[in-house]
């Protein structure tokens, strides 16, 4: 219950025009390629993958996010399991509060290949502290190949972040090599969970709210807090980006806020709440939904 806080960390290996270099996050078990197919025991940082060991592979056009077509992936063409594919280590995380990791993962190779006896790929990812004393686990399982198209499926977890407020991450390939045991790893977020916090206007209009360049008054919205947070602090913001960029409105503390949103354009608009004694770490900070107002032209 409750909800989740802007991401701490987010892993997506980067973005560029061709191939990846090598990074040091991946142990020297696997040995790094700039290859479009990685042979077993390799890795790559690709944004995209093509007719890999005769279409056993499927064609990945895109990372993830097909919105940013030079994004990376990381691709694995995995050893005998259990063998460590990834290690991280997460700073800044608010600390005893519980946070969750999603990571997007895809099994890459075809039903059809190896006479339909394929090996899945099977991973764990593994949250420990600083010590390596092991804080949460979450196993996924065989990855199913899907046929006819690939599909990236999210896996999920929860722990509660130590004092100090780092952990290291680990993902473990369990499954054999051979043939099989391929597969593509991409944005592994972090976020924390929090009090419930939503947002609206003061006289119920629905969101987005179309408002007149010309004539413009006050808008007003509130917001609604349910949590046990001893000293919460409120804090509004505002994007003029669609909600990829946020700014702190300065004085605007409360739970209610009055805006005149000015040019035209998209404005959202939302509240933040934290509580007095996480000493301002913007970790500890948990949004509301965004509320929306379109400012546009007066009619001709």
């Not at 944004?47 to 993830?64: A, M, R, Y």
């Not at 972040?161 to 593509?184: E, M, R, W």
């Amino acid at each position: 219950t409750g909800s989740l806080g802007d991401p701490i960390a987010t892993i997506d290996f980067g973005a560029g025009p061709g191939p990846g270099g090598p990074i040091s996050n991946v142990p020297s078990s696997y040995q790094y390629t700039n290859q479009d197919c990685p042979q077993e025991g390799f890795y790559a940082i690709r944004s995209s993958t093509f007719s890999c060991f005769n279409s056993d592979w499927h064609i990945l056009p895109f990372d993830h996010t097909p919105s940013d077509p030079n994004g990376y992936f990381l691709l694995i063409n995995g050893l005998a399991g259990p063998s460590l594919v990834y290690q991280d280590t997460i700073t800044g995380l608010c600390p005893n509060i519980t946070v969750q990791v999603d990571a997007w993962v895809m099994n890459i190779f075809r039903s059809s290949a190896c006479s339909n006896s394929g090996i899945d790929p099977n991973l764990t990812f593994s949250i420990t502290d600083m010590s390596g004393n092991l804080i949460a686990q979450k196993i996924t399982g065989p990855l199913p190949e899907v046929d006819p198209q690939p599909v990236w499926t999210s896996h999920n977890f929860l722990f509660n972040a130590p004092v100090g407020g780092s952990v290291i991450l680990k993902i473990t390939s369990n499954a054999q090599a051979g043939c099989g045991n391929d597969f593509a790893i991409d944005d592994i977020v972090f976020r924390p969970c929090g009090p419930t916090i939503t947002t609206a206007f003061s006289n119920n209009a629905a969101s987005p709210l179309n408002i007149c360049e010309t004539d413009q008054q006050p808008v007003s919205m509130n917001a609604f807090y349910n949590g046990n947070y001893a000293n919460p602090i409120f804090q509004w913001q505002v994007s003029n980006t669609q909600g990829f960029s946020w700014s702190d409105i300065p004085g605007a503390n409360t739970l209610t806020y009055s805006a005149v949103p000015g040019p035209i354009g998209e404005k959202w608009y939302r509240c933040l709440v934290t509580d007095a004694s996480f000493g301002g770490n913007l970790s500890c900070r948990f949004a509301s939904n965004p509320t929306k107002i379109f400012v546009v032209s007066p009619p001709l």
